[in-house]
């Protein structure tokens, strides 16, 4: 004797949001109004269910949209993983890391999606899934008495927002285990609203569909087979008339470069906080400024005039106000930005050096990904003393040389616009014998606790760049002396 089935839940109609015109209406009454349930004499079900169960599965599933995305799921993975660890070798990502401390780890994280991918295409080389609706699957004829395109809703803010639509099918059907009529309701993957009248259920209202189901208890495990994505003859919903077969490797890629350029739009960012000029003025400002209005402007009204245009009918389209001042707010970002750049990057003036004694520095970790570094100093020869915004890269070469002491560099800047290009160490080396032209006033002697032994003789200097270097300013030299003279137990002598 077979156990019994589970006692059915009643049908959750609140759930499925009827639309006003036929609110309250139950599944009876909805199935009563289009007639008897009588499938038409031509309806065959699909050619996979012919043979019986166990059945083989057709080499046509294969081109499906499910079989698709489940090839192409562990195949983004991979080529993921790849990416990733090539992207971590990168010198620009190297320096990245410093303020978005998971890029650290891109090389690790590239190896775990890797292998997850490797693992899920072992998988699915012996797994059927899907497939076994298939191979083992039970048919039946359903009805579809009712058929909605829904906007999902989600709150972001607090407010509520669509972005995002599903089809929502109701079909009648004749449960095989019980011979009673029930209804069961099914929805397709989510799709964007805006472009929801690009996308096609595959059937209308009052149209007779394959549902399919496993052995067991057939009404928790059916599934109406055109939305299974498991019959490329039969695969909905398509959009523009073809069938959704998920996101390829190369869009993922693109994905994965627009997420890194992303990212080096955050960092220009901090270089426009790190190096914004110690004299603003209007004149650069307002051109610079103006110029990034109207640019964002133009840019952002042309893009919401092409994104209404795809929109679908009732679907709230942008107003050009809205993103004209949307505009203009990242132009003037835009224009300040590119300002700074301008004036720094391309500033080829002489420098000022002040000579400047750092006092303490601070890494700061936001949430855990983000990190920012600041130093206090204070300028030797007087000045205004206080924190500042400091390079990882700049931070790091002053604890490498383990000196608190060293040159605030300021730059005039080629629009004429002051700033301050960091803070350079004072670092060492091992002075030539015989001293190079020019350097022999430059060396500073060390000598041990044995004084039989030969002085050390090393060579300051402070480096502007890979090719350009300068002596220590006259108010420094002794302090930083005395300073590594201590770290290395040794002193100074004449």
Not at 15 to 30: H, K, R, W, Y
Request: proline content about 10%.
């Amino acid at each position: 004797m077979s156990d019994p089935l589970p006692p059915r839940n009643p049908f959750d109609l609140k759930a499925f949001q009827q639309p006003e015109p036929q609110a309250g209406s139950t599944p009876e009454q909805l199935a009563d109004a289009l007639g008897p349930f009588s499938p038409p004499e031509e309806f065959l079900f699909e050619p996979e269910f012919e043979p019986p169960a166990p059945r083989p599965i057709p080499k046509s599933a294969k081109r499906g949209s499910n079989a698709s995305r489940r090839r192409a799921t562990p195949l983004i993975l991979v080529v993921l993983g790849i990416g990733f660890f090539v992207f971590r070798m990168l010198p620009s990502i190297e320096n990245l890391g410093w303020y978005i401390l998971p890029l650290w780890y891109l090389d690790w994280i590239g190896l775990g999606l890797f292998v997850i991918g490797i693992g899920y295409m072992i998988r699915n080389a012996f797994a059927i899934d899907d497939f076994r609706y298939i191979r083992d699957g039970i048919p039946v004829v359903g009805r579809v008495i009712h058929l909605n395109k829904a906007d999902l809703t989600q709150l972001v803010n607090g407010v509520q927002t669509t972005g995002t639509s599903a089809y929502h099918a109701l079909v009648e059907f004749t449960n095989p285990q019980r011979n009673e009529r029930e209804f069961m309701f099914f929805s397709t993957a989510v799709f964007p609203t805006k472009h929801s009248d690009r996308y096609d259920p595959g059937f209308e209202i009052g149209d007779y569909v394959t549902l399919v189901s496993l052995p067991g208890d057939f009404a928790t495990q059916v599934r109406l087979y055109p939305w299974t994505g498991l019959c490329p003859e039969n695969d909905f919903p398509t959009c523009d008339g073809r069938p959704l077969k998920g996101t390829s490797p190369l869009k993922a890629i693109l994905i994965a470069k627009s997420v890194f350029l992303g990212l080096w739009l955050f960092v220009g960012l901090l270089h426009l906080f790190l190096y914004f000029p110690e004299d603003f003025s209007w004149k650069w400002g307002s051109i610079f400024g103006g110029a990034g209005v109207v640019l964002g402007v133009v840019t952002c009204i042309i893009l919401a005039t092409l994104s209404n245009r795809s929109l679908s009918p009732g679907a709230t389209p942008t107003r050009p106000l809205t993103a004209g001042l949307l505009g203009a707010f990242f132009g003037v970002l835009f224009g300040l930005f590119a300002m700074c750049l301008v004036n720094s990057l391309l500033d080829r003036g002489a420098p000022i050096f002040r000579s400047v004694e750092v006092t303490q520095y601070w890494e700061t970790t936001h949430n855990g990904v983000f990190r920012t570094y600041e130093i206090e100093r204070r300028h030797l020869a007087g000045g205004v003393d206080g924190k500042t915004g400091i390079s990882a890269r700049n931070l790091q070469e002053l604890s490498y040389w383990g000196s608190k002491y060293g040159v605030e560099v300021h730059r005039p800047g080629l629009l004429g616009l002051r700033w301050i290009d960091g803070i350079r160490p004072v670092a060492w080396r091992p002075a030539q014998e015989p001293p190079a032209a020019g350097k022999a006033n430059r060396i500073v002697k060390f000598q041990g606790a044995d004084e039989t032994q030969p002085p050390l003789l090393m060579v300051p200097y402070i480096a502007l760049d890979k090719k350009r270097e300068l002596p220590p300013p006259p108010d420094i030299l002794p302090l930083v002396s005395q300073e590594i003279a201590g770290q290395l137990q040794l002193k100074v002598i004449p």
